[in-house]
C-alpha cells in the first residue's frame, strides 16, 4: 500500500499545503511518494525530498507542465495512478480542480476535505459548513482524496532523504493552452499560512475605512488582512481576502475579526483557529458563539485604541 501526494509548488519550492498533504497520507499508512511535476522544476523535487517521511519522488519535467494546468496534470498523474493505493491533493483551488478529473477517469469516488485518517479505508470529513462531520468508508482500489490543511499538522520540510526518480512527461494537451495569469502581490504573509489574521466585514463600510482601520491592526501585529464574503462582495477587499467556506480555511493562532456578525460559511472557514478575538458592537453576533474573547464596542474606536495599547 504506497500513497502519492501531488504536491503544489512554484518549480523552485514546495509550498505548505503539501506538507500538511503529506502528514495525511502517512496516516493511510505504507510508504508516500511525492509527484512534482513542472517545467524546470528540479528545486522543487529536491526541496520535497527532503521532507521528512517521504520515500521517492516522481519528476516530471515539461513544457506542458510548467502551469500546471489541470488537463496536462490530470494526465500526468494517471500514467501513475495505478502504482497507488492513495491519490492525495490538498485542497486547494488547484487540488480541487485536478482531483476530480483523476477520479472521474479512474472511475472511482473522491473524497473531499479529509480532516482526519481513522484507517486507510476510513476518514471524516465536514458537512454543513461544518456543523457536522461525516465518517466516509470506501471500498475503491485507489482512493483519491482531497486534505483539508488545517485538519493535520504539517510533516517537517527537512530531515527526509528521499530518491527522486524521473518520470516521461506526458504531451501537451491539444484542447487548451495558458493564456496568462495575475498574480495578486502581497507584502504580508499568505493567508492560509499566516500565524495571525485579522479581518473586517460589511460593517467597515467603504474600501477606504477597511483600509484605514484595519492596515494599522495588521501591521503591529504582522497579520495577514482577511475579509468576510460579504466585505468582499461588497468591494471593500480583494476576493483573494475573502475568508469562508466559499473562499479560504484558515486556522492560524491569532484570529481578530472586525465587524463581522459571523454567518455560517464565514464561520466555516475560521472557527478551527486557535485564539478568536471578536470586534462587534452587536452583542446577538453569531462570531461571539465562538470567540475566545468577545469586545462588544464600536470597531472605529475600539480598533484605533487597541493599535496605540499594541
Not at 134 to 162: E, H, L, M
Not at 208 to 216: A, L
Not at 229 to 234: C, E, K, N, S, Y
Amino acid at each position: 500500500m504506497t500513497s502519492l501526494v501531488i504536491a503544489e509548488h512554484d518549480n523552485a519550492s514546495i509550498k505548505g499545503a503539501t506538507l500538511n498533504t503529506v502528514a495525511a497520507a502517512l496516516q493511510c499508512g505504507g510508504d508516500v511518494h511525492v509527484l512534482v511535476a513542472g517545467a524546470n522544476a528540479g528545486a522543487a523535487a529536491a526541496a520535497a525530498a527532503q521532507i521528512a517521511g517521504v520515500a521517492k519522488v516522481l519528476h516530471a519535467d515539461s513544457d506542458a507542465l510548467a502551469h500546471g494546468l489541470a488537463e496536462n496534470m490530470t494526465a500526468q498523474i494517471l500514467g501513475v495512478a495505478s502504482n497507488y493505493s492513495h491519490i492525495l491533493f490538498a485542497a486547494t483551488a488547484s487540488g480541487k480542480n485536478i482531483a476530480p478529473r483523476v477520479a472521474a477517469k479512474l472511475d472511482v469516488g473522491q473524497i473531499s476535505d479529509v480532516t482526519k485518517v481513522n484507517s486507510p479505508d476510513t476518514f471524516e470529513r465536514p458537512i454543513y459548513a461544518g456543523n457536522a462531520i461525516a465518517t466516509v468508508q470506501s471500498s475503491d482500489a485507489i482512493k483519491v482524496i482531497t486534505v483539508r490543511t488545517t485538519g493535520f499538522d504539517p510533516a517537517a520540510a527537512t530531515g527526509g532523504a528521499a530518491a527522486v526518480d524521473s518520470v516521461a512527461a506526458v504531451s501537451a494537451s491539444a484542447q487548451v493552452t495558458f493564456v496568462g495569469s495575475e498574480i495578486a502581490k502581497n507584502d504580508r504573509p499568505e493567508l492560509t499560512a499566516a500565524k495571525i489574521i485579522v479581518s473586517g466585514g460589511r460593517a467597515l463600510g467603504s474600501n477606504e475605512k477597511f483600509m484605514e482601520v484595519m492596515t494599522p491592526l495588521a501591521d503591529k501585529l504582522g497579520a495577514a488582512m482577511g475579509a468576510s464574503r460579504a466585505a468582499v462582495d461588497a468591494g471593500y477587499a480583494p476576493n483573494d481576502w475573502q475568508v469562508g467556506q466559499t473562499g479560504k480555511i484558515v486556522a492560524p493562532q491569532l484570529y481578530v475579526a472586525c465587524g463581522i456578525s459571523g454567518a455560517i460559511q464565514h464561520l466555516a472557514g475560521m472557527k478551527d483557529s486557535k485564539v478568536i478575538v471578536a470586534i462587534n458592537k452587536d452583542p446577538e453576533a453569531p462570531i461571539f458563539s465562538v470567540a475566545d474573547y468577545g469586545l462588544e464596542a464600536d470597531l472605529f474606536t475600539a480598533v484605533p485604541e487597541l493599535v496605540a495599547a499594541l
